[in-house]
């Protein structure tokens, strides 16, 4: 039995919430740390483009000049960002295995639904994390947490495999392919998160009208059918059994 009832969707929403925020520093709290907590506010805003040293320093209440006494360029700066925030998603992924107990296919799909919720919420911190034009160094931390997301996934599906949950596969390329597939499906509605228009340094964001969030039904949520439709890729990829979910109708599970 699994850890918390429901399926899925139903485990991950809950975790969605229940993953802590990072603290907000108070005036009194060290210049490092508000600047810190200010780069990743005002990347939330607009983007990485639009992140100016001095919108940051704005935000943390400081002068320009400040930044660069702790931080050798905005590139250092966000380095941390980032590792800060690839971090709580990497916990987050791993409290979303626990919370899936001894159901081996839960364990390898519940990550991968958490995250994609988690970018939906706070699509202009998604974009960064996943697709826009970065500083090499930042990117390098893009990249160095990704294999780690892959890391986490090969693991769980090779328990699944010895278990006898999943078909025999290769876990480290379904892993991959996992990661690759729905980091690519995420990058279109995460592109629309509204921003300054040199937030994507060129590469136009797509709006709601344009179908970034891709095809609903009738009156329904596109981030719901998404993420239904992920969660069914996912279960194909894997080789889960093919079931019918009772939240979704007509979804392979």
Not at 100 to 123: I, K, T, W
Not at 164 to 180: C, F, N, S
């Amino acid at each position: 039995m699994s850890a918390l009832p429901g399926g899925t969707a139903q485990r991950t929403a809950r975790l969605t919430a229940l993953v802590d925020p990072p603290p907000v520093p108070d005036a009194s709290a060290p210049t490092r740390e508000r600047l810190l907590f200010a780069a990743r506010e005002v990347v939330e805003a607009g983007g990485y483009a639009g992140a100016s040293v001095a919108a940051i320093a704005l935000r943390a209440g400081v002068a320009n000049g400040t930044l660069y006494r702790h931080f050798g360029s905005k590139a250092e700066l966000f380095v941390e960002v980032f590792r800060d925030v690839c971090g709580r998603e990497v916990a987050a992924m791993r409290a979303a295995v626990d919370a899936a107990g001894d159901d081996h296919v839960e364990r390898v799909l519940a990550p991968l639904d958490l995250f994609s919720r988690r970018a939906l919420q706070n699509r202009s911190l998604a974009w960064a994390l996943l697709a826009e034009p970065v500083d090499a160094l930042v990117d390098e931390v893009r990249l160095e947490y990704r294999r780690t997301y892959r890391e986490l996934l090969s693991g769980v599906l090779r328990e699944a495999i010895a278990a006898g949950a999943l078909p025999p596969q290769d876990p480290d390329l379904t892993a991959a392919g996992l990661v690759g597939a729905v980091g690519e499906a995420l990058v279109g509605p995460v592109s629309a998160a509204p921003g300054p228009p040199t937030a994507t340094a060129g590469v136009p964001r797509r709006t709601a009208a344009d179908g970034a969030h891709g095809p609903a039904g009738e009156d329904g949520d596109p981030d719901d059918a998404l993420l239904a439709e992920l969660d069914a890729l996912c279960r194909r990829a894997t080789g889960a059994a093919a079931t019918v979910r009772a939240d979704a109708p007509g979804q392979p599970r």
